[in-house]
């Protein structure tokens, strides 16, 4: 079964549309979530999903701990996720690929950087 699927998650709908219809266009399925934990129950759920795009900084369970419970379950710690983050301040990269993020896009997004990424990774 391909795992070709891009889970989006992110606080803000805003976010979730351009990145659904950027990435849509560009022939990828989409699935999205507005909460950390929300994303781990689909994560959980949809065995299709190869790759996550996560927002670090969201309310309640914020992306570096979605991050850390990913990483810290067997099942689901082979998918890639991309920290998607308006941080783009000096060391946040390197903050977010310390917290288990395999790659890191700052927003706004350089939609060819992500599907580079994207591509790299599924």
Request: proline residues 2%; hydrophobic residues 45%.
């Amino acid at each position: 079964m391909a795992k070709d699927k891009i889970l989006i998650v992110d606080d803000d709908n805003r976010n979730i549309f351009a990145l659904s219809a950027v990435l849509k266009a560009r022939k990828y399925r989409c699935v999205s979530a507005t909460s950390g934990e929300e994303g781990l129950a689909l994560l959980k759920q949809d065995k299709e999903i190869g790759i996550v795009l996560m927002d670090m900084m969201m309310p309640g369970m914020d992306g570096y701990q979605a991050i850390a419970e990913i990483n810290a379950d067997e099942e689901l710690k082979a998918v890639p996720v991309i920290a998607v983050t308006a941080q783009a301040m000096l060391g946040d990269r390197e903050r977010c690929l310390e917290a288990g993020a395999t790659g890191y896009v700052s927003k706004p997004i350089n939609v060819d950087t992500l599907t580079a990424l994207i591509t790299k990774y599924i």
